[in-house]
DNA sequence: TAACTCGGACTTTCAAGAGT
DNA sequence: CTCTTGAAAGTCCGAGTTAT
């Protein structure tokens, strides 16, 4: 196969139009070297809409269809012929620069990410392998202790006894002055790829940072109250990152970056998708997943160097986030070949890492770029909709060893110092929500009351207790987590706002599982639903969409106590129930709802 | 009758193993 | 190394179904 890099690709393909299909290959595509035996008028890839309805495509972007239709035109990396990483591996114990995809259900990157080398690549490196792993190391140049920049960003804010306290109260700040120091304590541990404050500032005199200081304060300022200025860094920040001299570097994808966080949780999701869309053409084509661009760009400067590195994979990260909660893209980067690795410690080492009774300590990073990757294995399983059983097993095997396999110090979040590692917070975080995903299609709790609020019943006669499937223990388990996450003794608001995405799943379940007609464990429900919701009123503050998801959970939580309610006036519902049994379950379950709407109608 | 769905024929691609 | 083979993943024709 005449293998093409995504720059090459894109290059080749013409100025400036996201979402390229790979190769279109009309029959004009022959172009003289008489090799094509693609049938006459059959495109070599067809988008996402045209595949799905089993319709021919015209390989253009959007295609003739997808433009008829107004939607979304996305063509993805094809695995066709994959089976799976290699058995036998060419040179055993070393990394072959040929070698296969570790996903088990394949990363191969023949289209958008073909096979070949990225240019101004360094040779050794795994062209096939979408790897890597930020290296844990004293030298990472962001902080001292490795990724997580929370404990930089937060420290200045300490004050003597240790308590938290928020960027707003610095005396004598300018409006934008805030509104950057905001950004830096609630959003960037989140989201660590920018350089730090003072980096930054230094760099904005050499360079035309103004798109990227607009963006960050524009998400700093929707954590604070800076009245109509918010709208103004709104507009100031996509004017200028969509301005025609915008030069398409590291920095605009930083900054459409947080523009695309921002509008997510502030319930924009289409705009935040188009953005997407932009930001990760932009990424591939200015290479921003090769090794070689974070040396090009980096000035020599190590710090620089990271920030690029952790543009891309923050990047990566996000573009899972939203396919992985809002189910309306694919996870494009996925398939993309990146090969930007600070240190020579492969994603595919991380995976064989099992296999040969190595335990090295990755980077918190490195982990949560494991976890995403996981939900994208999972997002590529055939019939996602409804997987099998055996696939299902496949992904949960990724999912227990991806957590059985943490060293000590990651297993909980929390460093060495006690404090949250945001990284590692998400990387749980993404975990549990992809056990979540994968498991409940084939579990025994009843997701309609979620699905459609109004079609709410407890159809199911499912007890708790073992004779829940497997399926539906790893949801419960998974949700309970979830609700243990809230508790960590950090502003709930300084994690990333997709967390709110991942409250609401574990909310569903908790209330799918509260929607059986009898529970045993009614406290222990009552407390987690009591933590999701608390922690999604104060998510509220900030995210818009936190709100919306408040106000849903509310609704499918009142449809199910409606449900309930019914139910229960029939004599033949409490058969085999004590009068102390049914005495209690209807109290807890007055509890659970008169706490829900307490706690939502004193939210703001 | 236009629009949509999807079974399935046919093609492409890759991993593995045999042969040189 | 190259060649062959088998299977997975892909394209899209066209028959059947549904919506208007």
Known sequence: MASRSPT???????????NQPPHSTPMSSTSGNGDSRTPPNTV?????????????????????????????????????????????????????????????????CSLIASVTRPMATAPSVSTFNPA?????????????????????YRSQ??????????????????????????????????????????????????????????????VGSLYIDVGPARA??????????????????????QAMVILLIGLDGSCQQEKAREILSHVER??????????????????????????????????????????????????????????NIPRPMYLEDFDDQVFSGEEREFSSFAYRVASIRNLGRMMRL????????????????????????????????????????EMMFQAHMINHACSIILHQPLSQLDSSPARDVTACAPHRAVQSGDNFNIHTRHIIKAACEISKMVTYNVPITSHTHFFTCVLTLSSIVHLSKWALYFIHDEDDLRQQVRLNIGALNKLSNVWKAANTASGQVRGV????????????????????????????????????????????????
């Not at 996402?48 to 939607?71: F, M, S, V, Y």
């Not at 025609?244 to 570097?249: A, G, K, L, M």
């Open 232 to 253: 103004t860094y709104f507009e100031e920040a996509m004017r200028l990152v969509y301005a025609q001299d915008v030069v398409r570097d590291g920095y605009l994808v």
């Open 8 to 18: 090459e690709l894109l290059t080749s393909l013409g100025p400036d139009v996201p």
């Open 132 to 152: 890597v792993v930020v290296a844990e190391s004293p030298a990472t140049p962001f902080t001292a202790s490795g990724v997580n920049g929370l404990q930089l």
């Open 382 to 421: 055939p019939n996602n909709g409804f997987p099998s059983e055996e696939n299902v097993s496949r992904i949960e095997s990724l999912l227990s060893n991806w957590r059985m396999h943490l060293p000590p110090t990651k297993i909980d979040s929390l460093n060495k110092d006690c404090q949250l590692d």
């Open 557 to 604: 939580a009142q449809e199910i106590y409606r449900a309930k309610k019914a139910q229960q006036t029939n004599p033949q519902f409490w058969v085999g129930f004590t009068q102390e049994e049914i005495i209690s379950s209807m109290a807890a379950d007055e509890g659970i709802m008169s706490e829900i709407n307490t706690m939502l109608t004193s939210a703001p």
């Open 44 to 108: 070599q890839a067809a988008c996402l809409a045209c595949r799905g309805k089993h319709l021919k495509c015209d390989g253009n972007t959007p295609c003739g269809r997808c433009q008829i239709h107004e939607t979304e035109c996305i063509y993805v990396a094809s695995r066709r012929g994959y089976k799976g990483p290699r058995r036998n591996p060419p040179n055993p114990g070393k990394r072959p620069a040929s070698d296969s995809p570790p996903s088990a259900n394949g990363d191969t």
């Open 282 to 339: 932009i990424a591939i084509e200015i290479g921003l997943y090769t090794r070689a661009f974070a040396t090009l760009h980096g000035g020599g400067v190590p710090r620089v160097e990271e920030s690029w590195r952790r543009t891309w994979w923050d990047l990566f990260v996000v573009d899972g986030m939203v396919a992985g909660v809002h189910r309306q893209t694919n996870f494009l980067l996925f398939d993309i070949v990146a090969d």
């Open 157 to 218: 804010y300490l004050n003597g006894g240790g308590a938290l306290v928020g960027p707003d109260t610095q005396p004598q700040q300018t409006i934008p002055e805030r509104c950057l120091n905001s950004f830096y304590y609630y959003f960037y541990p989140g989201h660590p790829s920018v350089l730090p404050k003072e980096h930054l500032l230094k760099m904005a005199k050499e360079k035309d940072l103004a798109h990227l200081l607009a963006a960050m304060r524009w």
